[in-house]
Nanobody, 124 residues
């Protein structure tokens, strides 16, 4: 079971990035997949989540209207499209997975599998 996150980088405020989370080694049917982020000196915080089989998509208030989570079934990959980036979005972004959706989708402890993180830096 492996999650590989990629797509981070340096971008100016107002710019866009797309993060990818490629899953391998397990069937994603009914899995909950989420993105979290952790800024220096801060706790890991929820960004967005979806249920692989559809029907559930959730966002943190701080990113609603700017970020979009999506999936590609053929590639076993979840994406996080980030638009209108702000300096306060600067963080290491992690993808995470758990079997079955949970109402506690925004809690890091609910997730069994984590990717290695990808750094997003937004300059002002």
């Amino acid at each position: 079971v492996q999650l590989q996150a990629s797509g981070g980088g340096l971008v100016q405020a107002g710019g866009s990035l797309r993060l990818s989370c490629a899953a391998s080694g397990f069937n994603l049917d009914y899995y909950g997949i989420a993105w979290f982020r952790q800024a220096p000196g801060k706790e890991r915080e929820f960004v967005a989540a979806l249920r692989w089989g559809g029907g559930r998509i959730r966002y943190a208030d701080a990113v609603k209207g700017r970020f979009t989570i999506s999936r590609d079934d053929a590639k076993n990959t979840v994406y996080l499209q980030m638009n209108s980036l702000k300096p306060e979005d600067t963080a290491v972004f992690f993808c995470a997975a758990r079997p079955l959706w949970t109402t506690n989708y925004d809690r890091p402890y609910e997730y069994d599998n984590w990717g290695q993180g990808t750094l997003v830096t937004v300059s002002s």
